[in-house]
Structure formats: structure tokens, C-alpha cells
């Protein structure tokens, strides 16, 4: 059974601060690792999609992987209070199969 | 931009009852997928669909559901005979590919709801 584990939080920061929130994974043939972003009552909507062992950036956020450590975190730079949402790890294979997500980490960002 | 989109936003219907839930993928997507999402946990992965047939299903995916793409447009959830524990949201997210970089984009969602 694949895990994907995330503190639930509320992880709080206070307005343009950096956000790290982090995720752990159990199956070492995961390849392929995504950050989505939830709004409560709303879908998960992309934020990013890191592959490769260390760090990828897009604007204020950066993604980091460590394979050997089984670990993907993403820091959110200059936080903003509407960055404050759900953040969610998902984990998958070569193929994409079994697509697992974690439990999420709630953000909060204090004006 | 292309979006997955989903119908209806709300439903509610009786224990025992049958729903059908829709879903358009983006046009030109190939793999389709459907998540549930129970209110204060996480999001589940139940079945993906590519080529008119089921590729994988998880043990939450029992005999109660079944998916459909009826035509070139539509990828339909039927729950047969639902129970209040199918009470959750449901997402439909579609994907141009099934390599591991494929990324998956999500629907609104469905909120069922089973009284």
C-alpha cells in the first residue's frame, strides 16, 4: 500500500514570509511528483510537477525532491493570504499509475 | 483554456437510489480518471479509463460503480445503488497522455449527497 504522508498543519506564516511544507512517500519506484493546490470546496488545481532530484523553480514557488530520502517539499516564497489554502502532495509511477495523494497540509498566511 | 468540466455541481438523492455523474474531459486528453473526496480527508483515486476500457481501479471501485464514455464526450460515474457513505465530492480529471510527466487536470467536482 502506497503512503503519502504531509503534516495536516494549519502551517501559519506571516505575510511575506517562506512557506515550506513537505511530503514523504513509501514506494522508492515513485517517479513523478505534483503539488496542487486546494481551496476548500473547490478541486485541486496544478502548482507544480518536479521529476528529477533537486530543486525546480516557477515564479515564488520552488519544488525540491530527494529520492534517496523519499521527501518533496515545496517553499512558497513571499507569501501572500491568498496562498492560504490546502496544499496536497501527489505521487505516481512511471506510467502514472496509482496516482496517490496525501491528507494535505492546510497553509494559513496572516496578513 | 481548455477545462474538464462536470455535472451537476450538486446532487442529492435517497439511499438505494441511482446517480449518474458527468464529466467532459479536455478535448484532445486521452486518460481519464475519477477521485472521490470525503469532506475533511483526503482525495481518493477510483478508476482511470483509457481506450474505452477501465486500465485501474482502487478496492473502493466495487461492483456498486461503473464508468461509461457513451460517446466522444461525455465519461460518466454511475453508483448503483448509493449509501450515506457515498456522501462526498467527486472529481473528474483528465490527462494527454499516462507517462508518469502526464499531468492531471481536475473538474469542479460533484457534491453528492445521500440522504
Known amino acids: 500500500q502506497k503512503e503519502v504522508e504531509q503534516n495536516s498543519g494549519p502551517l501559519s506564516v506571516p505575510e511575506g514570509a517562506i512557506a515550506s511544507l513537505n511530503c514523504t512517500y513509501s514506494d522508492r519506484g515513485s517517479q513523478s511528483f505534483f503539488w496542487y493546490r486546494q481551496y476548500s470546496g473547490k478541486s485541486p488545481e496544478l502548482i507544480m510537477s518536479?521529476?528529477?532530484?533537486g530543486d525546480k523553480e516557477d515564479g515564488r514557488f520552488t519544488a525540491q525532491l530527494n529520492k534517496a530520502s523519499q521527501y518533496v517539499s515545496l517553499l512558497i516564497r513571499d507569501s501572500q493570504p491568498s496562498d492560504s489554502a490546502t496544499y496536497l502532495c501527489?505521487?505516481?509511477?512511471?506510467?502514472?499509475?496509482?496516482?496517490?495523494f496525501g491528507p494535505g497540509t492546510r497553509l494559513s498566511v496572516l496578513p | 483554456e481548455p477545462e474538464v468540466t462536470q455535472t451537476p455541481s450538486h446532487q442529492v438523492t435517497q439511499m438505494g437510489q441511482e446517480v449518474i455523474l458527468r464529466c467532459v474531459p479536455i478535448s484532445n486528453h486521452l486518460y481519464f480518471y475519477w477521485y472521490r473526496q470525503i469532506l475533511g480527508q483526503k482525495v481518493e483515486f477510483l478508476v482511470s479509463?483509457?481506450?474505452?476500457?477501465?486500465?485501474?481501479k482502487s478496492e473502493i471501485f466495487d461492483d456498486q460503480f461503473s464508468v461509461e464514455r457513451p460517446d466522444g464526450s461525455n465519461f460518466t460515474l454511475k453508483i448503483r445503488s448509493t449509501k450515506l457513505e457515498d456522501s462526498a465530492m467527486y472529481f473528474c480529471?483528465?490527462?494527454?497522455?499516462?507517462?508518469?510527466?502526464?499531468?492531471?487536470?481536475f473538474g469542479p467536482g460533484t457534491r453528492l449527497t445521500v440522504l
Open positions: 518536479i521529476y528529477s532530484n
Open positions: 479509463f483509457y481506450n474505452n476500457e477501465i486500465s485501474e
Open positions: 480529471a483528465s490527462s494527454a497522455g499516462t507517462s508518469g510527466t502526464d499531468t492531471q487536470y
Open positions: 501527489a505521487v505516481t509511477g512511471y506510467y502514472g499509475q496509482n496516482f496517490v
